[in-house]
């Protein structure tokens, strides 16, 4: 398989108060189309800085991100933001519905920034609910559904554009085992029958099972013996 | 689905909120929107840059000799005067009958205030035909009931008849349609010949000269010969456009406008200070969302978009509310005895819809800007 | 019941601690109810200021009489003959054997109002000798009384602050004639200083209206006479028609009247202006509801009881409007109490020179009117807080 992603000599630091804390020392990564990875590691790692950049929510400080051979890093806000609406779905721990929409709606948000006439927005929102298996709640508010159901509307949201990478960040984390062990299920069939590359961090192991393969960050490294693998 | 959908979505999210919001906000524009309409009603008529009003110089409660109408009509550069006296008229209840009834000349009286007197030609022969004859507002008119054709004894507080009656019979022939800003709202026309002859005191006598000019380039030349001629007269005068006039007249009443604009003023404060703190407190609540909002794809011009939306739309709706609540009230408080028809000023439209869009543009910038700086990595690690 | 008190203020502390957290909101509150109650003060002090100065104008043992039913001076007419009736009647005072009394015409000349530069509406009122000593108060501060049987005017000093025209020492001219301004009097918070007082025959006599006189004012020996000079007057058919007033009945009856409009303008937009306010009020407490929420359920775990979240809540509200009102008093006693006003007192059709008074009643009415606004404000939200139920997952 091609790459998707390339990482290439990412640094990448943050300042808290006074203090300047580095996250990644010339990071470098890449990340072939199709892959179901879980990136495992320790509070303060770099986990989700590292979810940030590959989804273009954050930039490097130093160093190139390439997405399906285009540069990413150098682009201007809105052409991010447009890339992002795109290429990425984003999966949160606490979901992040919007409580004032029904899941429907929240599911049709993503497709707003596109030019799908009203028709096809609708078909591809309920197509998207129906891979989650939620048709039946498409009129409930976030506050009417179960964790499960709203982490599942939520895949849905992430799915309904379409995009190519999906970024998950601890998905499961507030949820219990049988409930998680669907979720990942769900996320697992994308992978293998959509073909959505998915990078999911998480702190379960038995969540992580679910991937292809498992990598593991600490202190902003890799594993070098696993990411060569 | 789109971003207008989202707006007013995210405007009521917490209705008990937006609804207190939306009081607030209609309390200020109904102040607004009835008092300037008020003191508009008050002082604001019909004005003709060629209508000039001759009156004594004393004051505009002394009266003229006739003989000055005389004099005036002939003079180079007035078109056509005509001369009015107050006659301190009340129908049956001297406070809450009162009404501003004019002895007038009929023919020259309709010649200058043509424009107020939109009145069929049988309405007219009608009123000048008969001396006893009356010609009222409407809204007089439809308040106390007078039929068209009707007798109806009006009282003067000042004059008494030769006979040591108060009372005087007339014929009202007509009613005067009075849209917003005519001058004749609220009043009743008699005849100046019948009057005179009827009278107790001050025979012979007027309150006023109101002219046309033959230009209103002509006017400055014409009010100084006429102050001029009757200079060192026992009945010096003093000549006024219309509009100079009435503003005069209402400054009586003391500084409306200062009172209006302070008043207006410390409500819109109260106002901006309410909406602009709760926006910002209801922008920051969502932060994390509209985090998320980025995360998806929204730019952060869309995002400024969406909250400076809402903050217009909410100063908008509370705004029409608002003006709406005022048409009611002025139109009750227009019906109410004693006071004269009221109506919203139009200019009052759009100035609140302008006044709306700065509310709307001042409470929501800080609260759009900061969302549309806010970056994605801190929007997401806000609990 | 001590234990109650306890909880009340530790919430109430609870409360105002977590204010600089909701700070802007909480000024945003505290100046829209002080908005409020300035505007309603503004009007309350203009309407008190204006009765204040007519009603402070009667005295008890002075009559007035009119021509019955004539709700403005202007249109009276009472004859000289009526008059010379009048002043033979009972329980007069006499000096010299002769009753003290002026026969009194108000005619409207223009000034210039100063502030504004336009013409305004001067009463300008011919007495008679004795009509100086027949007004409480008044005292010539400047020049001399005029003199009987010229062309002579003095100006009350409240005319001449707000009005220009009428300068000491000033030639007017009027119908003719030259006047001649030799004097300035005061007579502090009365209308009388809203004057200008010329000898009644000339005044008469220039103005064309030759022995008509609109009012007559009498000295009477004491308060008690005027019922019997009342008496006297209404069974004499020859005065038929006229009314007869003390000093104070007559001001008084003009003060409810000048100053209704005021009072109506104070409550019908102070009140608008509290509802307003009131929203505010209530949107800053539910905020500061919500804000807390987590704290008190937390206090709910610990066995503190709804009634108290409810009081602590209504305490806050009291607290911001409290302080709302007291700014609101503060602007008022910088910005307007004292200052000098006018306005067309409309009885007379003439301009009345007066103060804003901020009257310790008034003090009251505001601080009311603010804390009403917080108790409704308060209100509501309070019985959200109370309902507020111990969730332990709110608490953690």
Not at chain 2, 297 to 309: A, D, E, Q, T
Not at chain 3, 73 to 94: C, F, H, M, Y
Request: glycine share 8%; net charge neutral; aromatic share 8%.
């Amino acid at each position: 398989m091609p790459d998707l992603i390339r990482l290439a000599d990412i640094d990448k630091s943050y300042t808290r108060g006074k203090e300047r804390i580095a996250i990644f020392d010339r990071l470098n990564m890449h990340i072939p189309a199709g892959d179901f990875i879980a990136v495992m590691g320790p509070s303060g790692s770099g986990k989700t800085t590292l979810l940030n950049l590959l989804g273009g929510a954050d930039r490097p400080d130093k160093g190139t991100i390439e997405f399906d051979g285009k540069r990413i890093d150098n682009l201007k806000e809105n052409e991010l933001a447009r890339w992002r609406a795109a290429n990425v779905g984003f999966i949160f721990q606490f979901y992040n519905l919007m409580p004032i929409l029904t899941a429907a709606q929240n599911v049709e948000l993503p497709l707003m920034l596109t030019n799908l006439p009203a028709a096809k927005r609708r078909d591809n929102v309920a197509t998207a609910l129906k891979v989650v298996g939620l048709e039946e709640r498409a009129k409930h508010r976030p506050r009417e559904l179960s964790g499960g159901q709203q982490q599942r509307v939520a895949i849905a949201r992430a799915i309904v554009a379409d995009p190519k990478l999906l970024l998950c960040d601890e998905p499961t984390g507030d949820l219990d085992r049988a409930t998680a062990d669907e979720i990942l299920g769900t996320l697992q069939l994308l992978n293998r029958q959509l073909g959505k590359t998915i990078i999911m961090v998480t702190h379960d192991a038995a969540a992580a099972k679910f991937a292809k393969r498992t990598l593991h960050l600490d202190k902003g490294k890799f594993d070098e013996r696993e990411l060569a693998a | 689905m789109n971003e207008l959908f989202l707006v007013r979505k995210n405007l009521f999210r917490k209705p008990v909120r937006t609804v207190l919001l939306l009081v607030s906000i209609l309390i200020a524009f109904l102040i607004y929107a009835f008092m300037t309409s008020l003191v508009t009603s008050m002082s604001d008529f019909n004005t003709k840059p060629t209508r000039l009003i001759t009156l004594s110089k004393i004051n505009f409660t002394e009266t003229l000799p006739i003989a000055h109408y005389d004099k005036i009509s002939r003079m180079e550069g007035v078109a056509v005067a005509t001369h009015m006296n107050w006659f301190g008229g009340y129908y049956q209840d001297p406070v809450k009958g009162f009404m501003p009834v004019f002895a007038v000349d009929p023919e020259t009286y309709f010649e200058v205030y043509k424009e107020d007197l939109p009145l069929s030609e049988e309405v007219k022969a009608a009123f000048f035909k008969e001396r006893t004859a009356m010609l009222a507002a409407e809204p007089v008119a439809r308040r106390w009931g007078w039929k068209v054709g009707q007798k109806v004894p009006l009282n003067s507080n000042i004059f008494t008849q030769a006979d040591g009656s108060r009372v005087w019979d007339f014929t009202l022939v007509g009613t005067i349609p009075t849209p917003p800003g005519s001058s004749q709202t609220g009043s009743v026309l008699i005849h100046y010949d019948y009057f005179n002859e009827t009278i107790d005191i001050g025979r012979d006598r007027i309150g006023w000269i109101p002219f046309l000019s033959t230009s209103a380039e002509a006017n400055d030349k014409v009010i100084a010969a006429i102050d001029q001629r009757f200079a060192n007269s026992a009945d010096e005068t003093r000549t006024n456009d219309e509009a100079t006039f009435n503003k005069s007249f209402a400054a009586q009443l003391g500084n409306l406008a200062l009172v209006l604009a302070l008043v207006v003023g410390a409500a819109f404060i109260a106002i901006l200070l309410i909406v602009g703190t709760t926006m910002t407190l209801a922008i920051r609540e969502r932060t994390k969302e509209f985090g998320v909002m980025k995360t998806l794809g929204f730019s952060s011009g869309s995002i400024l978009r969406m909250v400076l939306g809402e903050s217009l739309l909410l100063a908008f709706l509370g705004a029409a509310l608002g003006v709406l609540l005022a048409v009611g009230l002025l139109a009750a408080a227009g019906s109410m005895p004693g006071a004269p028809p009221l109506h919203l000023a139009t200019p009052v439209l759009w100035q609140s819809a302008l006044m709306a869009a700065g509310l709307g543009l001042v409470t929501g910038v800080l609260p759009a800007l900061a969302a549309y700086r806010l970056s994605i990595v801190d929007a997401l690690s806000r609990k | 019941m001590t234990s109650l008190l306890n909880q009340i203020a530790t919430i109430t502390a609870l409360n105002l601690r977590t204010i600089p957290q909701r700070g802007w909101m909480s000024i945003a509150t505290v100046m829209a109810v002080a908005l409020a109650t300035l505007v309603l003060l503004f009007f309350l002090a203009l309407s008190n200021g204006l009765s204040k100065t007519v009603e402070g104008s009667g005295a008890d043992d002075i009559a007035i009489v009119l021509r019955e039913g004539s709700n403005a001076e202007l249109n009276s007419v009472v004859s000289k003959d009526q008059l010379n009736i009048l002043a033979t009647g009972p329980g007069l005072r006499r000096r010299d054997g002769a009753p003290v009394v002026s026969g009194e015409l108000l005619v409207i000349v223009d000034g210039i109002k100063r502030s504004t530069g336009t013409a305004a509406n001067m009463p300008f009122r011919g007495i008679s000798a004795d009509g100086i000593s027949l007004r409480k108060g008044v005292t010539i501060t400047e020049g001399r009384m005029f003199a009987p049987g010229t062309n002579e005017i003095v100006v009350g000093a409240g005319l001449l602050r707000e009005f220009a025209g009428f300068e000491f020492g000033k030639s007017i001219r009027l119908r003719g004639s030259e006047w001649t301004v030799v004097g300035v009097f005061e007579a502090p918070g009365t209308v009388f200083e809203s004057e200008l007082w010329a000898d009644i025959a000339v005044t008469q006599s220039l103005f064309d209206r030759p022995n008509i006189f609109q009012t007559m004012r009498f000295a009477l020996n004491s308060a008690a006479d005027l019922a019997t000079f009342r008496e006297w007057a209404k069974a004499d058919a020859r005065l038929k028609g006229l009314e007869v007033l003390s000093e104070r009945e007559f001001y008084a009856k003009q003060a409810s009247q000048s100053s209704g409009i005021f009072m109506i303008a104070a409550w019908g937009l102070g009140l608008t202006m509290a509802v307003g306010a009131l929203a505010g009020a209530m949107n800053a407490m539910y905020s500061s509801v919500a804000a807390r929420a987590s704290e008190i359920a937390t206090l709910r775990i610990i066995g503190f009881s709804g009634v108290a979240a409810f009081v602590g809540t209504l305490i806050e509200a009291l607290i911001l409007s409290a302080l709302g009102g007291l700014v609101g008093l503060i602007l008022a006693f910088v910005f307007f109490h004292g200052r000098t006003t006018s306005t067309l007192a409309n009885s007379s059709f003439t301009q009345l020179v007066f103060k804003f008074d901020l009257s310790p009643s008034l003090v009251a009415s505001a601080i009311v009117f603010a804390l009403v606004i917080g108790f409704l404000g308060g209100l509501f939200p309070g019985v959200r807080a109370a309902r507020q139920r111990p969730l332990l997952e709110l608490a953690g």
